[in-house]
């Protein structure tokens, strides 16, 4: 495996690690104005890369299926949205300001569960990474190395505000600033582990691209509007994460077009 594809694969895991280190800057309590400003930022970003990164390659992949061509990508969506909500149902994980955790009931730490929440939405990212770049090792004519390279910067720069709401709730309900830190850096871990594996999974199946594709594509859509927009819009004045989310769609959409 190329370096370039491993440090490819790395870059969103940085943008985690370093807004998690937010925690040795910052106070202990998050505004929620700013809390709904980057959750919508995060969440723009991840619906223009499922588009422009992960839909659009895998919908000019399937053209030699002619009015058909659609299928793939509608089929690879919906496992995707399946799986995530597979896996929203069987891990005990607590969302960001929510009192009741999800899934099966645990006798796991509150701040363990919120770890869980955000690595449960981290798996599609790290997938998405992991099978651009699995195209673009096959070669694949709708996957470039810039296209690569702004998912994988894109997501990076969605990550480094989760990185600091995971890790200043944290160090809010009485851990160290350093434990705080390293729950956060743990919440996106699996992101280059889930992109190493998909790399490799997808490598043997490169017939089968459009469908790993789109299946990122529909994992990441699940995670924005199952938790993310919702968080973005409780309470009062949400016109701050509207207004993020368009700014993140917009950046995601611009580096995609730029460096594709």
């Given at each position: 495996m190329s370096t370039n594809i491993i440090l490819g694969i790395l870059i969103p895991f940085a943008g985690t690690a370093l807004g998690s280190a937010a925690v040795f800057l910052m106070e202990k309590e998050m505004n929620t104005m700013v809390q709904r400003a980057l959750t919508g930022f995060a969440s723009g970003v991840m619906v223009a890369a499922s588009i422009w990164s992960l839909i659009v390659p895998a919908l000019d992949q399937s053209e030699g299926m002619g009015k058909l061509s659609f299928l793939p990508a509608v089929i690879g969506f919906w496992l995707g949205i399946l799986f995530l909500l597979f896996l929203d149902s069987v891990i005990p994980h607590l969302h960001m300001n929510a009192e009741k955790a999800e899934g099966p009931k645990s006798k796991l730490q509150k701040t363990t569960m919120m770890v869980?929440?955000?690595?449960?939405?981290?798996?599609?990212?790290?997938?998405?990474?992991?099978?651009?770049?699995?195209?673009?090792?096959?070669?694949?004519?709708?996957?470039?190395?810039?296209?690569?390279?702004?998912?994988?910067?894109?997501?990076?720069?969605?990550?480094?505000?989760?990185?600091?709401?995971?890790?200043?709730?944290?160090?809010?309900?009485?851990?160290?600033?350093?434990?705080?830190?390293?729950?956060?850096?743990?919440?996106?871990?699996?992101?280059?582990?889930?992109?190493?594996?998909?790399?490799?999974a997808a490598g043997l199946f490169v017939p089968y691209m459009p469908y790993f594709l789109s299946f990122a594509a529909g994992a990441m859509m699940y995670v924005v509007v199952e938790e993310l927009i919702p968080e973005m819009s409780e309470g009062e004045h949400s016109n701050i994460g509207v207004l993020m989310f368009a700014l993140g769609f917009t950046l995601m959409m611009a580096l995609d077009v730029a460096l594709g």
């Open positions: 869980l929440a955000v690595t449960l939405h981290n798996i599609p990212e790290g997938m998405a990474v992991g099978v651009v770049f699995a195209g673009l090792r096959s070669n694949s004519a709708s996957v470039t190395a810039g296209g690569a390279l702004a998912l994988a910067l894109g997501i990076a720069i969605q990550n480094f505000p989760e990185g600091a709401i995971i890790s200043m709730p944290i160090h809010a309900q009485g851990k160290s600033r350093f434990q705080a830190f390293i729950y956060g850096v743990l919440s996106g871990a699996v992101e280059p582990l889930g992109a190493l594996l998909t790399i490799l």
